[in-house]
């Protein structure tokens, strides 16, 4: 196993596990963590653990070409319940992905520690948020990193009233040019919207 020091550098990605263990160790500096997604790499770790580092093999990702948008969701948008901002409340919306229930998962991978990382990602122009409203009441949203690169990093999304995330998803991508999203790992939820599994080899080329 690869443990980090303080030096700001990753071993290569081919030394990660079967499962997409990388490495061990650091920290959550916005340098580092901006390597690290530049990288094809992570951090994934629960509240009681040391930081986590994980690049796997294979990738989930959507191309923006293929989103998947049913024909009960284009009803959805066309109703315009919801309205759709960008940036205007990234704190809440990471801490409200954070209180999120996920399936087979008994507690957060967002810590305080990743809620002060990324928050500091956003203030520095990295991290994007966006939110879904109902009248003036945050009913659903996701953030992630946009490394300049035409990629977006999801990272967590959150929904308090049905299908309240799925109109963030498919409102920011149809309202991008994003090349590329980053899913991280297998979801139903966002298979159900087009993601698919890519190589890791391919996916470092498309990124970089």
């Not at 263990?21 to 990288?39: C, N, Q, T």
């Not at 990093?153 to 309240?164: I, L, Q, R």
Request: net charge positive; hydrophobic share 40%; proline share 3%.
């Amino acid at each position: 196993m690869n443990i980090l020091t303080h030096k700001i550098e990753f071993p290569s990605v081919t030394e990660a596990s079967k499962d997409g263990l990388l490495a061990i160790g650091g920290d959550l500096s916005p340098e580092r963590l901006v390597l690290a997604y530049k990288s094809g790499i992570f951090p994934w770790f629960e509240e009681n653990q040391p930081i986590l580092w994980w690049s796997p093999d294979p990738r989930f990702v959507l191309f923006p070409d293929r989103l998947k948008v049913t024909k009960s969701m284009k009803q959805v948008m066309r109703k315009n319940d919801f309205s759709v901002t960008i940036n205007k409340d990234f704190f809440q919306v990471i801490k409200e992905c954070s209180k999120a229930k996920r399936e087979g998962q008994s507690g957060t991978w967002i810590t305080k520690s990743m809620i002060k990382a990324y928050t500091k990602l956003h203030k520095l122009g990295y991290a994007k948020s966006v939110e879904v409203w109902n009248d003036d009441r945050l009913v659903g949203g996701l953030y992630g990193l946009d490394l300049g690169n035409n990629i977006f990093c999801g990272e967590s999304m959150f929904s308090k009233e049905s299908n309240a995330s799925k109109v963030a998803f498919i409102t920011f991508i149809q309202n991008s040019n994003y090349k590329l999203i980053d899913c991280q790992v297998y979801t139903s939820h966002l298979e159900s919207l087009g993601a698919e599994d890519i190589s890791r080899k391919e996916f470092l080329t498309l990124i970089n």
